[in-house]
């Protein structure tokens, strides 16, 4: 079955930069676009961009646009994100997910980035 | 940019009532591209429902979606215990491609 596991929590401090990975398996890593989502505390769901695994071709919120890189390494089946100049509002679960369609169908558990000075 | 406006922000209901949630959009969004996703506390969303009403493999049939244009429901026929959480719509369009509802959190009554 489909699994995506994500790295632990991260704390950085303001104007730093955090990377987080997501680690695929139980399907072929090339054939499906893995997207990032993110929720603050207590809030909706916010997505940000994607990366094709088969490509490494990328696309990005405007939101983001300048902040965030998104990167796959297919030796392992693993896709990054990495976000810079971190401000206390980017707080939040960090998500990982498949892409299936115009949707995403299945999700990894998430990653907590705790920006705090 | 597509905004999504889902109501009532919060539903109070019993076991075995029906849900109705609602997911309003700013401009008309093409049925293929709307979806519904489940989500419980400490848990990752779930995938309910693609392309307006087809429902996720596992997904008890009690769930429907419909709509079109810019007004799509889902509907919960018959509340299960385990069926209370927060519900996302979600849809593809354009700039960004990908935009989620505030959500909609369905409580105990």
């Known amino acids: 079955q489909v699994q995506l596991v994500q790295s632990g929590p991260e704390v950085k401090k303001p104007g730093a930069s955090v990377k987080v990975s997501c680690k695929a398996s139980?399907?072929?890593?090339?054939?499906?676009?893995i997207h990032w989502v993110r929720q603050a505390p207590g809030q909706g769901l916010e997505w940000m961009g994607w990366v094709n695994p088969h490509t490494g071709d990328t696309e990005y919120s405007q939101r983001f646009q300048g902040r965030v890189t998104m990167t796959r390494d297919t030796s392992v089946s693993t896709a990054y994100m990495e976000l810079s100049r971190l401000g206390s509002d980017d707080t939040a679960l960090y998500h990982c997910?498949?892409?299936?369609?115009?949707?995403?169908?299945?999700w990894g558990q998430g990653s907590l980035v705790t920006v705090s000075s | 940019e597509i905004v999504l406006t889902q109501s009532p922000g919060t539903l109070s209901l019993s076991p075995g009532e029906r849900a109705t949630l609602s997911c309003r959009a700013s401009q008309s969004v093409d049925s293929r591209y709307l979806a519904w996703y489940q989500q419980k506390p400490g848990q990752a969303p779930r995938l309910l429902i693609s392309?307006?009403?087809s429902r996720s493999t596992g997904v008890p049939d009690r769930f429907s979606g419909s709509g079109s244009g810019t007004d799509f429901t889902l509907t919960i026929s018959r509340l299960e215990p385990e069926d209370f959480a927060v519900y996302y719509c979600q849809q593809y369009g354009s700039s960004p491609p990908y935009t989620f509802g505030q959500g909609t959190k369905l409580e105990i009554k």
């Open positions: 392309g307006t009403s």
């Open positions: 997910a498949t892409q299936s369609w115009w949707c995403f169908d299945h």
């Open positions: 139980g399907y072929l890593f090339t054939d499906k676009f």
